[in-house]
């Protein structure tokens, strides 16, 4: 477990991913001569880029468009990956097969926490695998309702589906393009959680008053993204997303490591404060 690993981030795009620096700062503090790569990958691919890998590579990090197709690839589950569909983390069984992880709700929930942000009325905007996580992780927090918002109805409809049945907290959803509807379920947001793509934060329609409640975005390159600059412009107040980022992260150490995500690391803060470190 000690001898040079190697390890890394497969996505599409994966050029501006930060996970490398972060990951090998994190192995650096912990003496570990481990390499970890990004590795542009498509959908299609994953199957037969992870059967190519030999035992010398110990996991691997998953962003979009991966994180669906990882979870039905994957031999064994977590159940947050199990109850999500989502899989964020793959790391290799003792019989070479996969096991898949969602580290995205743990690591945004405690990325929440750390902020002080409050989770009771949520609003998510987005309807897609981080959406999921989303819902997830303010559960974690004790939401009491989750409003989601998206631009296809289609998209919000499949979400909510998703949830019927569930313990999830109490959840409406709107489209973005129908004000009234999207005023309506995100009235009285004590906090709002976007999973777009910095891109589409310039355009989309936003109901009134809803940047009174802080921001949390996932994306944080290039920071402010455009939706927090929009929230800044109406006086609201936002967070990255690259704390979320890191202490998922350290989970996926925990992981690649130990094969257990309750397992502490070795002077764990000091690893985590090389890793916040190297994020920024």
């Not at 003496?31 to 959908?43: E, H, S």
């Not at 979400?159 to 009235?187: I, K, N, V, W």
């Not at 989970?251 to 190297?278: C, K, N, S, T, Y």
Request: aromatic letters at 4%.
């Amino acid at each position: 477990m000690t001898a040079a690993m190697r390890l890394g981030v497969l996505g599409s795009p994966i050029a501006h991913s930060r996970s490398p620096r972060i990951h090998a700062a994190a192995y650096a503090a912990l003496g570990l001569d481990w390499r970890y790569d990004a590795i542009r990958c498509g959908a299609a691919g994953l199957g037969a880029f992870l059967r190519g890998r030999d035992a010398h590579w110990r996991g691997f990090s998953l962003t979009m468009p991966l994180k669906e197709e990882a979870h039905r690839l994957a031999d064994a589950l977590d159940p947050v990956a199990t109850e999500s569909g989502v899989v964020n983390t793959l790391h290799r069984l003792p019989d070479g097969g996969w096991f898949g992880s969602n580290t995205d709700v743990a690591g945004l929930a405690r990325a929440l926490g750390q902020a002080g942000l409050d989770a009771t009325r949520t609003v998510v905007l987005g309807a897609g695998a981080t959406a999921v996580s989303a819902i997830l992780a303010a559960r974690a927090l004790g939401a009491e309702r989750v409003a989601v918002l998206a631009r296809r109805p289609r998209a919000v409809e499949e979400l909510l589906d998703r949830f019927r049945g569930t313990s999830a907290p109490e959840m409406t959803g709107a489209t973005l393009g129908d004000a009234s509807a999207a005023r309506a379920a995100a009235s009285s947001a004590t906090l709002v959680v976007s999973t777009l793509p910095g891109p589409a934060g310039r355009e989309i329609p936003l109901p009134d008053g809803l940047a009174a409640a802080p921001l949390f975005d996932v994306a944080y390159d290039p920071w402010p993204s455009p939706l927090a600059g929009r929230w800044r412009a109406a006086g609201g107040i936002s967070h990255a997303g690259l704390e979320m980022l890191v202490e998922q992260a350290l989970i996926q150490v925990r992981l690649f490591l130990h094969g257990d995500a309750e397992a502490p690391l070795a002077d764990e803060a000091g690893v985590l404060a090389a890793m916040r470190r190297a994020a920024r």
